[in-house]
């Protein structure tokens, strides 16, 4: 309710007195919902805006929030699907869910290495794989050593927090190292194959990279939608 998306407000509307906020008829925003139901103790319900100026473009047709003070019940409700996000949790219940969901972790550190890493290190990575499927897979790969289950284990031994037991964190670390080193012979491999063929290139001139190689090795835009060809 304090996010910037339903800034600002009318005037008259704030002049109305206390409560203003809490009724749907004064409550006005220019975000993407607007405020429905506004029950104390019970839930905050916004609906779709009719009048944003990108309404068609909106898919939820409404958001429910919960007004939930217990952790038990918030937890409850997050694994029954009845609850979507929760900041209420028991705080010895994060690595079962983490397990069950590694993307609690990973995604923020993916972000953080496409957003910030490539451009501090440098490195060309056009679709962000590295960031995404090599960091994400390594941290995934760490984060289910650590925080896995043992139902869900393929050594049949829970994560390293979970049980106690560094057996699958061990095998999951030595399974990443593998994959690094098969990865990165074959990749010097591959290099050096293309290298061959292309004359001792590896790289393209900036004029083509600027270009795009839809268009300056294969004479057609590779994606015609965005520039209206299609």
């Not at 900041?87 to 969901?101: H, N, R, T, W």
């Not at 953080?112 to 090599?134: E, N, P, R, T």
Request: aromatic share 10%.
């Amino acid at each position: 309710m304090c996010s910037d998306i339903f800034c600002p407000v009318k005037k008259e509307c704030v002049d109305q007195g206390d409560g203003w906020e809490k009724k749907p008829e004064t409550f006005v925003c220019n975000g993407a919902f607007k405020l429905a139901e506004y029950q104390i103790g019970s839930h905050i319900l916004m609906v779709k805006n009719d009048a944003y100026y990108e309404a068609d473009k909106v898919k939820l047709p409404g958001i429910r929030a919960i007004m939930v003070n217990d952790e038990n019940t918030s937890l409850q409700g997050y694994k029954a699907g009845e609850i979507h996000c929760t900041e209420i949790i028991p705080a010895e219940e994060v690595p079962s869910l983490v397990a069950e969901d590694p993307n609690l972790i990973v995604s923020p550190i993916c972000y953080f290495a496409i957003s910030f890493c490539k451009a501090k290190i440098g490195y060309d990575d056009a679709l962000d794989a590295f960031g995404c499927h090599a960091v994400g897979g390594i941290v995934g790969g760490i984060c289910t050593g650590i925080f896995c289950v043992p139902e869900l284990s393929w050594t049949d031994f829970g994560g390293l927090i979970y049980t106690g037991d560094a057996s699958l964190l061990g095998s999951q670390i030595l399974g990443i190292l593998i994959t690094i080193v098969f990865v990165g012979v074959l990749d010097v491999v591959i290099g050096l194959i293309v290298k061959a063929c292309f004359k001792g290139s590896l790289r393209v001139s900036e004029e083509e990279e600027a270009q795009g190689l839809d268009v300056a090795a294969h004479g057609e835009s590779a994606y015609p939608a965005y520039i209206g060809l299609d």
